[in-house]
């Protein structure tokens, strides 16, 4: 889905999104939360670039107070998932690579390209207003994953975080700066690569101060496994001891770490437990493309500057991920889901239908 301003193809991520998000929402405390007013004077006070399209949101949405609480993401609920993610160079410039590790009955399902303030941005949504991953149109390319901690503080959900640093940012060294200066409320890892090819990964947290690694990778953990639990079920430190190897082999390629991101112990196929790859994308800064993948060799590619719409129905199972249909939307087009906890299920297999 694509648009200029806050209009159809956001009432339309917001209509499917709002209804499993205001369950999870509320269910985990979202009603006690800040109010309203003090979300606002929260962006107001840390982003206040994205004050007034938070009211846009808002408005072309109709949200109500719930809503509105929820997409300024200002102290939101714990949550987390599982990813593993790579910056690189190689014979086409700069890229960005991550799997996406989830329930997918929680997997939002959309690429989004909007030029809400000016710039084009397309990601992967994440809470509707907020981005799992994504790219802007200076070549600016952004990855986040779960820190592996449990504590939770005074801070905004880190979605939205990368959303703010696409719309407002071009290079890497104003992303980290970002990451600086807008409290997390819980731990993350970021990683960004550019259009030069500058890279960093950024461990964000509500405790302690940002750090900085030059390392261009990233899974589960920070300075160590912190929460011994997630770090077992989710292997944190195998992934991350297979991308060093990856990178310490110093021949590296987009086609080979799309390789190695659809196997594993990169690619999860644990989605009874919530820690599935639902996706693996690849931005190219300089080609401008992000790059959907799935574990069966199926790719759909989008550009930025020519974004064409489209809808595709991936499968999950024991097996891994693979495609079911794919076509022009409203050519065929399958349904479309309700909402994140809506995905209809089999016994043998979960479905999610992409749209974008």
């Known amino acids: ?100 590790d989830l329930d997918p009955g929680l997997n939002e399902t959309t690429m989004l390209h909007s030029r809400w303030r000016g710039r084009r941005v397309m990601g992967m949504v994440d809470g509707m207003a907020g981005l799992a991953d994504g790219m802007n149109d200076a070549g600016l390319a952004v990855s986040l994953a779960f820190g592996g901690r449990v504590v939770a503080g005074r801070g905004f959900g880190i979605p939205i975080i990368v959303r703010y640093i696409l719309e407002t940012c071009s290079s890497v060294d104003e992303a980290v700066e970002v990451l600086r200066a807008v409290p997390s409320h819980m731990s993350y890892n970021v990683t960004l690569i550019d259009r030069s090819g500058a890279s960093a990964t950024v461990f964000v947290a509500p405790d302690r101060p940002t750090i900085l690694r030059t390392t261009p990778y990233a899974t589960n953990h920070q300075l160590g496994v912190e929460w011994p639990q997630h770090g077992r079920i989710s292997r944190t430190l195998l992934r991350s001891e297979h991308l060093e190897n990856l990178f310490n082999r110093k021949v590296l390629s987009g086609a080979g770490l799309m390789q190695e991101f659809r196997q594993k112990p990169l690619f999860s196929t644990g989605y009874a437990s919530g820690f599935g790859t639902v996706y ?73 239908i992409y749209k974008s």
């Open 280 to 352: 693996t994308v690849l931005y190219r800064p300089l080609e401008g493309t992000a790059t959907l993948i799935w574990s069966t060799e199926s790719e759909h590619s989008w550009s930025i500057d020519h974004f064409v719409p489209a809808e595709i129905t991936a499968v999950y199972d024991q097996n891994g991920s693979w495609l079911r249909a794919t076509g022009p939307r409203g050519i065929d087009a399958p349904p479309t889901l309700a909402g994140p906890q809506d995905v209809p299920r089999t016994p043998h297999a979960d479905i999610g």
């Open 1 to 100: 889905m694509s648009e200029d301003k806050p209009g159809l193809a956001w009432k339309d991520v917001f209509e499917r999104g709002w209804p499993g998000w205001r369950r999870w929402f509320l269910s985990r405390g979202g009603d006690s939360q800040p109010t309203r007013n003090a979300a606002e004077r929260a962006l107001r006070q840390h982003m206040p670039d994205f004050e007034p399209l938070w009211h846009a949101l808002v408005t072309t949405a109709r949200a109500d107070a719930d809503a509105a609480r929820f997409l300024s993401f200002w102290r939101p609920p714990r949550y987390l998932v599982g990813c593993s993610q790579a910056a690189f160079i190689d014979e086409r410039g700069p890229g960005l690579i991550r799997n996406y």
